[in-house]
C-alpha cells in the first residue's frame, strides 16, 4: 500500500457510504510554508518602517518562530488559535526590542492579509469543481486560513477552523461538527487531508472514512490505515468516481 498506487488503496474505501467530504486547507489545496516565508517577509518590511529595532531583532525568520513557539508553551490557551499565538509573538518581539507592544495589531494583519494569497496546488481547481458538483464541503482546518480571502469559499458550504470552533484536530468534536453541518453522521463522511495524526487518525478516531493525501513519498507509520492514500486531488476524484 504506497502513495503511488491509488488503485490498489481505493479497493478499501467504501464509496457508496460517502454523501459528504471535509477537507483540510493548508498542505491540502496550497503548499503552506511559501506561503508563510512570503507573509514573513512582508511583515518585516513593515517593521523595517514601522518598528525599526523590532525589525533588526527578527531579521532571521527563524527568531520569530522560535518566539512564537515560546509563546505556545507560556500560552496553552492559545494552542487551537495560530492567529492569537503569531500576534502574541510579534508583540513579544516588540517589546523584546523596546518598540510599542500595540503596533502587534497593524503588524498581524499585514501578515495576515498576505497569509491569505495562497497559490492552490495545480489539481485543487479542478478537484474542488469535481468534488463540489457531487457531494457537499466543508472545510476542517487548524490554520487561520479564511475562505473568502483565499478565493476557495464557493466550493464550500460552511468551513470549521480550530479558532471559531475552541478545538481542532486531532480532536473528534470538530470532525463530528463538520458531518452535523450538512446534515450528516460522521460514517457518512470522508475526510481528506495530509497530516497522518491530525488528519487521518483523527478522522478515524471521530468515525469517518479518510484519505491520505501525500504529495511525497513518504510511508504510511504507526496504527489504523486509511482508506485511501492518494498522491494527489486528481487521483482522489478517480477513486471516488469509481475508475481507479
Not at 157 to 165: C, L, N
Request: charge should be negative; hydrophobic fraction near 45%.
Amino acid at each position: 500500500m504506497t502513495s503511488a498506487d491509488p488503485a490498489r488503496v481505493a479497493q478499501l474505501l467504501d464509496v457508496r457510504r460517502i454523501q459528504g467530504i471535509s477537507l483540510d486547507l493548508d498542505d491540502t489545496l496550497w503548499p503552506i510554508w511559501p506561503t508563510i516565508e512570503r507573509a514573513e517577509a512582508v511583515l518585516h518590511g513593515w517593521l523595517q518602517a514601522h518598528a525599526p529595532r523590532t525589525a533588526a531583532l527578527v531579521t532571521d525568520p527563524q527568531v520569530l518562530r522560535e518566539l512564537r513557539e515560546a509563546t505556545a508553551r507560556e500560552r496553552s490557551d492559545l494552542a487551537h488559535d495560530l492567529a492569537a499565538l503569531r500576534r502574541e509573538s510579534i508583540r513579544g518581539a516588540l517589546q523584546r526590542a523596546g518598540d510599542d507592544p500595540a503596533l502587534a495589531e497593524p503588524a498581524f494583519e499585514v501578515f495576515f492579509a498576505e497569509r491569505q494569497r495562497v497559490t492552490l496546488y495545480e489539481d485543487a481547481l479542478p478537484a474542488l469543481r469535481w468534488l463540489s458538483e457531487r457531494y457537499p464541503l466543508v472545510a476542517v482546518s487548524n490554520g487561520n486560513a479564511d475562505l473568502e480571502r483565499t478565493g476557495v469559499a464557493r466550493w464550500f458550504r460552511i468551513g470549521f477552523s480550530a479558532k471559531s470552533f475552541g478545538s481542532g484536530k486531532p480532536h473528534a468534536p470538530i470532525f463530528r461538527a463538520a458531518a452535523a453541518s450538512i446534515g450528516l453522521l460522521p460514517r457518512d463522511m470522508l475526510h481528506v487531508g495530509d497530516d497522518a495524526g491530525l488528519d487521518v487518525a483523527g478522522a478515524l478516531n471521530a468515525g469517518m472514512q479518510a484519505a491520505w493525501l501525500v504529495r511525497d513519498h513518504r510511508p504510511w507509520g504507526e496504527g489504523p490505515r486509511p482508506q485511501l492514500i492518494v498522491p494527489n486531488l486528481q487521483a482522489l476524484c478517480t477513486a471516488l468516481d469509481g475508475s481507479a
